[in-house]
């Protein structure tokens, strides 16, 4: 198969993301008897796609020689449905969970396509599925006139999906669905996962047949490949490079090998992970590596890992040869949400952040959150703190979301819709702003204090991740927009109680508060020298740049934090 170009795939729901077809053949048998007709279970199978309604005529014209009368099949369908409620809980479909976030990472837009309107399984979707199949994005038996095999239902989930025929494929596993999907015009892949014969299928004509949910999830896998393809595009034979670090290249590098096997023979380098390496003597050795490797101006820098590579692998691609291009790869979670997007780069000079750096946007940035599950709790949190950040300053509902974020951080592959919507909204300021000159300043929120605490515990000799630095300057934020911009305290009240649960507390105190003033006075930020520039908040999704508080307002405020910590 060949994928390339494919911009959107239409889902059906049972037998492909649910294995819940067996239930379903069992509970129309069983009701279908309780009403005097005697049906082969199997049978069912090949009904699959149609309509409860269509179903229900179909077998009253065979079996009555009359279609049933609007009652009776609202009744037969709420007696249909639950019985398959009893039969309990359905289980996911092998494969199907990895075969989503296979399509997601590709950039492909998932919809809905099914005949049912089952609410048990809808309403699972979400928390099985999330964010792949939002309300605006399915089509179930209640928005359909003709359900399969009328190729209605896929012409309106084109209509979801926002694209052509050409640009899209069907996913089935019954017969009259896939003539549904043929009959639209998009290309219809056939998964087998039930009773029916291969040659059922064979008869319409799909474009490919699979033997099981992980056989397509493989295939995907091989052909959706987009870390590889982005590096076959922009690079040149002989002139791709690896930068990472040694955490990574240990932990995660296999782990991309055995989707991309080149990654491990292209020319790379591994610097020693850790802010303190963050400097121009690590900055020196990469150039050093880069000219000794033979790299042109022709060269692509390939940045796998954390912030720290992303921001490093980037300021190097901003001046080795005056600007080669690059690609990120985050490793981590800070590293997806913040670093590797938005063309920020740099190193740290002695104690202050970022202070040498370029502007460089990268060409592409790869995110993929399996990579997250080696990673460390805290660092799970460091990035975690950047995403509060992001709902607070530019969406409410995000925000909402992230503030119960305990079971997500459990399983990190979870956070994939809120990830992908965290870098959504900062590519789409970055992209307004590529310089910081306005809008963009407010992806500063939380660190004018949050760089000052990280900076002070650097000082100290206990270094605290960024991201959790962070999220402590975010409290210290929020309590001076309640006193300087008025607003509702009860945000404040709010994040302090989930900053209580979810982080830990770092090595400052109210003893530390003069340098903490002037380690904020140092900030790159300000637009004068030892005048910390602020974003604020009138409300969360309402940011307010260029805000300069008085020293007595940053005491009092930090004198707040104190306290409710």
């Known amino acids: 198969?060949?994928?390339?170009?494919?911009?959107?795939?239409?889902?059906?729901?049972?037998?492909?993301?649910?294995?819940?077809?067996?239930?379903?053949?069992?509970?129309?048998?069983?009701?279908?008897?309780?009403?005097?007709?005697?049906?082969?279970?199997?049978?069912?199978?090949?009904?699959?796609?149609?309509?409860?309604?269509?179903t229900i005529d179909l077998i009253f014209e065979r079996e009555l020689g009359r279609k049933a009368s609007d009652e009776e099949k609202r009744e037969m369908y709420r007696r249909k449905t639950e019985l398959f409620n009893e039969l309990g809980r359905k289980e996911l479909m092998p494969g199907a969970q990895e075969m989503i976030a296979t399509l997601r990472r590709a950039g492909i837009r998932t919809v809905l396509v099914t005949g049912s309107g089952q609410g048990s399984l809808l309403g699972r979707l979400d928390e099985d599925y999330p964010g792949a199949f939002p309300a605006d994005r399915r089509v179930t038996a209640h928005d359909v006139t003709h359900g399969k095999p009328d190729p209605e239902p896929y012409l309106r989930g084109l209509e979801k999906a926002g694209t052509s025929p050409e640009e899209t494929i069907v996913i089935e596993n019954a017969p009259l669905g896939v003539r549904a999907g043929v009959a639209s015009g998009c290309r219809t892949l056939a998964v087998t996962t039930g009773s029916i014969p291969r040659e059922a299928f064979e008869a319409e004509n799909p474009a490919a047949i699979f033997p099981s949910m992980e056989a397509l999830r493989d295939e995907f896998a091989r052909e959706l490949n987009v870390l590889r393809d982005a590096v076959e595009r922009l690079g040149e034979e002989g002139q791709v490079f690896i930068i990472t670090d040694s955490n990574v290249e240990r932990l995660a590098l296999p782990r991309l090998a055995a989707e991309w096997p080149e990654v491990m023979s292209l020319p790379r380098m591994a610097v020693e992970p850790g802010e303190e390496n963050k400097n121009i003597a690590s900055m020196t050795r990469i150039w050093e590596f880069m000219a000794e490797s033979g790299a042109t101006r022709h060269a692509l820098l390939v940045n796998i890992g954390g912030g720290m590579v992303t921001d490093m692998g980037g300021f190097a691609a901003a001046t080795f040869k005056r600007g080669v291009r690059c690609v990120n790869v985050p490793t981590t979670l800070l590293g997806a949400v913040d670093a590797a997007t938005g063309g920020k780069t740099g190193v740290d000079l002695g104690s202050y952040k970022n202070e040498v750096g370029a502007f460089h946007s990268p060409e592409k940035v790869i995110i993929d959150c399996r990579l997250f599950g080696t990673l460390p709790h805290e660092e799970l949190l460091s990035g975690f703190g950047e995403m509060l950040k992001t709902g607070l300053i530019a969406d409410p509902e995000l925000y909402s979301r992230l503030l119960e974020g305990a079971p997500m951080l459990a399983d990190p592959t979870r956070l994939e819709p809120e990830v992908m919507r965290c870098v959504e909204i900062k590519r789409e300021i970055t992209q307004a702003d590529p310089t910081e000159k306005g809008i963009r300043k407010a992806l500063n929120f939380g660190h004018t204090v949050g760089h000052a605490m990280e900076s002070l515990c650097l000082e100290k000799g206990t270094p605290v991740p960024h991201g959790i630095a962070v999220a402590h300057g975010i409290l210290v934020a929020l309590i001076l927009s309640h006193l300087i911009l008025g607003m509702d305290s009860a945000h404040i009240y709010r994040y302090r109680d989930m900053l209580r649960t979810l982080f830990p507390r770092i090595g400052v105190s109210c003893a530390d508060v003069p340098r903490l003033l002037v380690l904020m006075g140092h900030d790159k930020k300000n637009s004068r020298a030892g005048r910390p520039n602020f974003t604020l908040l009138r409300a969360p999704g309402e940011a307010v740049i260029d805000c300069n508080p008085s020293a007595q307002d940053i005491r009092d405020a930090l004198d707040i934090y104190f306290t409710e910590l």
Do not use: N, P
């Open 1 to 54: 198969m060949q994928f390339k170009g494919i911009r959107a795939a239409l889902i059906d729901m049972d037998g492909v993301l649910y294995d819940s077809m067996k239930y379903h053949t069992l509970a129309w048998q069983r009701m279908m008897a309780e009403y005097g007709v005697e049906c082969d279970r199997d049978e069912f199978y090949l009904y699959e796609g149609m309509t409860g309604a269509a």
